[in-house]
T-cell receptor, first 112, second 115 residues
Framework: DAKTTQPNSMESNEEEPVHLPCNHS???????IHWYRQLPSQGPEYVIH???SNVNNRMASLAIAEDRKSSTLILHRATLRDAAVYYC?????????????FGKGTKLSVKP | DGGITQSPKYLFRKEGQNVTLSCEQN?????MYWYRQDPGQGLRLIYY???????QKGDIAEGYSVSREKKESFPLTVTSAQKNPTAFYLC??????????????FGEGSRLTVL
C-alpha cells in the first residue's frame, strides 16, 4: 500500500474553511485516495474518496493534485463537531485484502 | 437502522483471563475486520474475514483468535497469550474487496482494560 504523510495536528476557527493536506508520492495509477475521520472515543467514519478528479459530497470536498502525489481534504465551514482525527489512506482498488491502513492522521482542533 | 453493534462497550479483565468481544452487523456485508487502537496511534489490523468460514491474520494477530460461522457475526477472543491487551478494539465491515466506494463501516468500539 502507498504510504501517506499528514501533519500531526492543525487548528481552525469555527465557520472558517479548513484544508487538510496529505502527501502520497508513491501512489500508483489505479490507487484510490480515501479520507476517514474519527471523533473521540468512536469508530472512524468514511468522509470521501477519489481517484483523479476533484470530488464533492455533503461532508467535504477532495482536491487531488494533477500528478496525484498529494491531495487536500476541504471542510468548507468548520464546526465544533468537526474536531476529530482525519486519516488519509491510499487503497489499491479491487485489492483482495481490502485492508485500509490507518496512520496517525491529523488531529483537527476547532476553536469557537 | 443498519449498522454494526459491538459489545460490551467497556470491559475489565484480570491478567490470564480470556475475553470475547462481540461484533454483529446487519448490513449484509461479506467482509468483516477487527482493528486495535492504542492511545494517540492509528488503527492496526488484527484479523479480517472476506467470507463466512474463512479469515486471515492481519498485522498483529498474535494472542488473538476469531471465528466467522455466520455472515453477521465476527467475534474476537483476546487470549491470555496477548501480552498487552489493554486497548480500544474496533470492528468494521464492508462489501467484499471494499467494492466501488472503499467504504468501511465501523462499530463504536470496545475498550478493554486489563487489571
Amino acid at each position: 500500500d502507498a504510504k501517506t504523510t499528514q501533519p500531526n495536528s492543525m487548528e481552525s476557527n469555527e465557520e472558517e474553511p479548513v484544508h487538510l493536506p496529505c502527501n502520497h508520492s508513491t501512489i500508483s495509477g489505479t490507487d484510490y485516495i480515501h479520507w476517514y475521520r474519527q471523533l473521540p472515543s468512536q469508530g472512524p467514519e468514511y468522509v470521501i474518496h477519489g481517484l483523479t478528479s476533484n470530488v464533492n459530497n455533503r461532508m467535504a470536498s477532495l482536491a487531488i493534485a494533477e500528478d496525484r502525489k498529494s491531495s487536500t481534504l476541504i471542510l468548507h465551514r468548520a464546526t465544533l463537531r468537526d474536531a476529530a482525527v482525519y486519516y488519509c489512506i491510499v487503497l489499491i482498488y479491487g485489492g483482495s485484502q481490502g485492508n485500509l491502513i490507518f496512520g496517525k492522521g491529523t488531529k483537527l482542533s476547532v476553536k469557537p | 437502522d443498519g449498522g454494526i453493534t459491538q459489545s460490551p462497550k467497556y470491559l475489565f479483565r484480570k491478567e490470564g483471563q480470556n475475553v470475547t468481544l462481540s461484533c454483529e452487523q446487519n448490513l449484509n456485508h461479506d467482509a468483516m475486520y477487527w482493528y486495535r487502537q492504542d492511545p494517540g496511534q492509528g488503527l492496526r489490523l488484527i484479523y479480517y474475514s472476506q467470507i463466512v468460514n474463512d479469515f486471515q491474520k492481519g498485522d498483529i494477530a498474535e494472542g488473538y483468535s476469531v471465528s466467522r460461522e455466520k455472515k453477521e457475526s465476527f467475534p474476537l477472543t483476546v487470549t491470555s497469550a496477548q501480552k498487552n491487551p489493554t486497548a480500544f478494539y474496533l470492528c468494521a465491515s464492508s462489501t467484499r474487496g471494499l467494492g466501488n466506494t472503499g467504504e468501511l463501516f465501523f462499530g463504536e468500539g470496545s475498550r478493554l482494560t486489563v487489571l
